[in-house]
């Protein structure tokens, strides 16, 4: 624990976690319904939707606020370009809490995905630079 830490510029700069299928094709309904579970899972939290969460534009947005954290999930299919391609959806927590800042919110949500061994994982600071990656995503940031 603490690697998100020396990333962050004051205890509320952002990370974006960038995830996508280990195993499995891309089907994005059935990636974002499994995604939006495990996010609730790890993070101990209930996403507010009334349907599927489709988006008007194809692809799927779940969001969660309350007084202490804010998360947005975004479930797009995949850009061109590695290794990008590989992980098309965005899982952005975010600290509204004075107990906890957004690393810590960020580094468990990261942890715990990276646990289930269901996901490629990148994590990105607010600057766009890799924190932690579960696959090898070269050098050429």
Not at 38 to 60: H, M, N, W
Request: net charge negative; with cysteine; charged share 30%.
């Amino acid at each position: 624990m603490g690697r998100f830490e020396e990333n962050a510029i004051g205890s509320k700069a952002d990370f974006d976690i960038r995830v996508g299928p280990a195993r499995s094709a891309w089907d994005c309904r059935a990636f974002a319904a499994e995604l939006r579970a495990d996010v609730e899972r790890v993070l101990g939290i209930a996403f507010k939707v009334t349907d599927d969460g489709r988006d008007p534009t194809g692809g799927y947005r779940f969001w969660f606020e309350n007084d202490d954290l804010s998360v947005h999930v975004i479930v797009d299919d995949p850009e061109e370009g590695w290794p990008l391609d590989k992980v098309p959806a965005y899982a952005v927590p975010i600290s509204r809490s004075q107990q906890v800042a957004t690393w810590e919110l960020a580094e468990k949500l990261y942890d715990g995905l990276n646990a289930l061994g269901t996901y490629l994982l990148i994590a990105l600071d607010q600057f766009g630079t890799p924190v932690a990656a579960n696959f090898d995503i070269g050098d050429d940031w």
